[in-house]
């Protein structure tokens, strides 16, 4: 087996695909364990799933191989399993099930691996307009993929795909620093970031009171893009309160950012288990 093969299978340290969502999305496993059992084993797998790739790109330097290499295998992998329905890994040969299970276009995962590798070559994006690009591959298609599992009807994907946007929006903000600092990368638009003199030795700088109208502005788009992913959740079929739940709960974490002052340096903004209870709360009320 080569290091790429030995590397990316990390993942078998872990009992279950649910053991990995709880250990790497806390808020994701909250909502995930409130869907349907069929639904509910579906998106452990798929979220080990999507989260393999991501970790090859954000954390290679721990793999001792290049990056380019070990995602090229591991989508090579992935290409097999769905050809197959078999596969050594089982998480790739478990999705390739799923995705004949519910349908969902392969272009879907095209896409996704498409997104992982500009993480490896590209670190800026000038406008939103372009991030939005990125986006659509690395979370806009989880959400379609998910949406697809859950029954959604076709009115219903747009928002599937903004709700997407709305979560992946909401992990840049929070990870500005860490981005920057462990990856060299910057997700807010250049051009808004000039537009309000931001520099990049701010960001380095961690000053805070500098970057406030940017962080406050993504904050407000984040927020019109949840209230468009929650009203898509009536359209699905299944699973509408873990979905609903998700939403409420990412959505609390921007809330968290803007309640400390639109700061994202002096702390890493999570809820607390309270703070899950009363969003699920929330989010059964914002259902009936």
Request: proline share 2%; aromatic share 12%.
């Given at each position: 087996?080569?290091?790429?093969?030995e590397?990316?299978?990390?993942?078998?340290?872990?009992?279950?695909?649910?053991?990995v969502?709880?250990?790497?999305g806390?808020s994701?496993?909250?909502?995930t364990?409130l869907?349907?059992?069929?639904?509910r084993?579906?998106?452990?797998?798929?979220?080990t799933?999507?989260?393999v790739?991501?970790e090859?790109?954000?954390?290679?330097?721990e793999f001792?191989?290049?990056?380019?290499?070990?995602l090229?295998?591991?989508?090579?992998?992935w290409?097999?399993?769905?050809?197959?329905?078999?596969?050594?890994?089982?998480?790739?040969?478990?999705?390739?099930?799923?995705?004949k299970?519910y349908?969902i276009?392969?272009e879907?995962?095209?896409?996704f691996f498409?997104?992982?590798?500009?993480d490896?070559?590209?670190?800026?994006?000038?406008?939103y307009?372009?991030?939005?690009?990125?986006?659509?591959?690395s979370?806009?298609?989880?959400g379609?993929?998910?949406?697809?599992?859950l029954?959604?009807?076709?009115?219903g994907?747009?928002?599937?795909?903004?709700?997407?946007?709305?979560?992946q929006?909401?992990?840049?903000?929070?990870?500005?620093?860490?981005?920057?600092?462990?990856?060299?990368?910057?997700?807010?638009?250049?051009?808004d970031?000039q537009?309000?003199?931001?520099?990049e030795q701010?960001?380095a700088?961690?000053?805070?009171?500098?970057?406030k109208p940017?962080?406050?502005?993504y904050?407000q788009k984040?927020d019109q893009?949840?209230v468009q992913g929650?009203a898509?959740v009536?359209y699905?079929?299944?699973?509408?309160?873990g979905v609903?739940?998700?939403a409420f709960?990412?959505?609390?974490?921007?809330?968290?950012?803007?309640?400390?002052?639109y700061?994202?340096?002096?702390?890493?903004?999570t809820t607390s288990?309270?703070?899950?209870?009363q969003?699920?709360?929330?989010?059964?009320?914002n259902?009936?």
């Open positions: 087996m080569s290091s790429a093969a590397k990316t299978a990390y993942f078998a340290q872990y009992e279950s695909f649910s053991a969502q709880k250990h790497y806390a994701y496993y909250v909502a364990k869907l349907p059992k069929e639904q084993e579906a998106t452990y797998v798929l979220y799933w999507f989260r790739p991501d090859i790109v954000d954390n290679s330097h001792g191989e290049s990056a380019e290499k070990m090229e295998y591991w989508n090579k992998a290409l097999e399993a769905y050809k197959t329905n078999e596969s050594v890994y089982p998480v790739l040969e478990e999705t390739a099930k799923i995705f299970r349908e276009p392969l879907y995962a095209e896409a498409q997104a992982m590798r500009q490896l070559t590209k670190q800026r994006y000038e406008t307009a372009e991030l939005e690009e990125y986006m659509y591959g979370a806009g298609v989880v379609l993929i998910l949406a697809q599992v029954g959604c009807t076709e009115e994907k747009a928002g599937a795909l903004q709700l997407g946007y709305a979560m929006l909401t992990n840049f903000l929070r990870d500005v620093e860490e981005d920057y600092i462990d990856r060299n990368r910057i997700y807010l638009p250049q051009a970031l537009k309000y003199g931001v520099t701010m960001i700088d961690k000053n805070s009171e500098s970057l940017v962080i406050k502005k904050i984040t893009l949840y929650k898509s009536r699905l079929k299944t699973g509408r309160l609903m739940t998700a709960l990412y959505e609390g974490i921007g809330k968290k950012i803007a309640g400390n002052n700061n994202v340096f002096n702390k890493r903004h288990s309270s703070e899950k209870v969003l699920c709360l929330q989010a059964i009320w259902l009936k």
